[in-house]
């Protein structure tokens, strides 16, 4: 029987207009930076830099 990890979901929000559009899992054990990823915002229309907020 596989063994569960501790997985916590963040929101990302826009650095652009501060939208939080998208929610991803992230593993607690060991993750001591903040995700930050390039996604595109329908707000701004844009490809921007989305970082980790917590819920």
Known sequence: ???A???DYVS???EGCGSRNYRT???LKGAT???ELKKFCPRCRLHKV???KKK
């Open 33 to 35: 930076t903040k995700l």
């Open 5 to 7: 990890d501790a997985r």
């Open 25 to 27: 899992s992230k593993k």
């Open 1 to 3: 029987m596989a063994r």
């Open 12 to 14: 990302m929000e826009c």
């Open 50 to 52: 989305h970082k980790e």
